[in-house]
């Protein structure tokens, strides 16, 4: 939201979901597209209450951590030192254990708690096979409080198995924007073998013209790592726990063409 203006007709969509009505929501915006707007707005309209945030990462729970001090917001991610925070930003493995589900419910019996909003939603089901604190993601439904589940991916068969197991009594508001874009090539693939990934990329760049560039996705930090080191000059990292500089310039030297993939 800028100068006053929302970012897209998704953007406007949910915050009015969540600040004017009563249903769950399943928010897919693509990353830049201003999500945590959402839950930073909740904060100052709904101000008389403590909202949760809970984030897969420590950098990425840090990072909301600065952003929302940045925006004047009051936070904490520190459940020992709770003062009535608009805002209580949990890594995954924090907001499921048994102390911050009782510590939780404790607001909740004093109508202290509002909202809970899930970041990156999808981590439930592509990370559960090694995160088992993702499976307990659920525990959150019965502190009985709307829950909005933000990602920038889901595809529909990940959306509705995060769905049935939420909310398998009733239908939450649904809201995607498209991530497609007219001058991006999508392909998807399923190889095994990082060698064999390795060079289908390697091809894909020397086939490409000029202008062409590649973005990859991975599942884990080491096959990304390993990657980029074996790329070398063709190849940047854009992850998470970089700083915002770090980020900023990755992404220009991609725009660039310095390099073909990031």
Known sequence: CQ???????????????????ENNVFLVLPTGEGKSIVFFMDCVVNSSVTHLLVTPT?????????????HNIRVTDEI?????????????DTAVSWGTINFLMELSSRN?????????????????????SMKMLTRLVRLERKIILMTATAPSHIATLICNDFFPCSTPTFIRASTNRPSIVYTSGYQTRAQDILDSIRQKIRDYADEDRMSVDFATKR????????????????TSEQSDSEKAEANADWRRGTVKCI
Do not use: P, W
């Open 3 to 21: 100068s006053g203006q929302f970012r897209s007709k998704e953007q406007h969509d949910a915050c009015k979901a969540v600040l004017f009505a």
């Open 58 to 70: 420590i950098a990425l729970k840090n990072d909301m951590v600065r952003r929302a001090r940045e």
């Open 80 to 92: 020992d030192e709770y003062q009535g925070q608009n805002l209580l930003i949990l890594v995954t």
């Open 112 to 132: 202290l708690l509002g909202d809970i909003f899930i970041d990156e939603a999808h981590t439930y089901v592509t990370d559960s096979n090694y995160r088992e």
């Open 223 to 238: 096959n990304m790592e390993f990657l980029a080191n074996a790329l070398g000059r063709e190849a940047r990292v854009h």
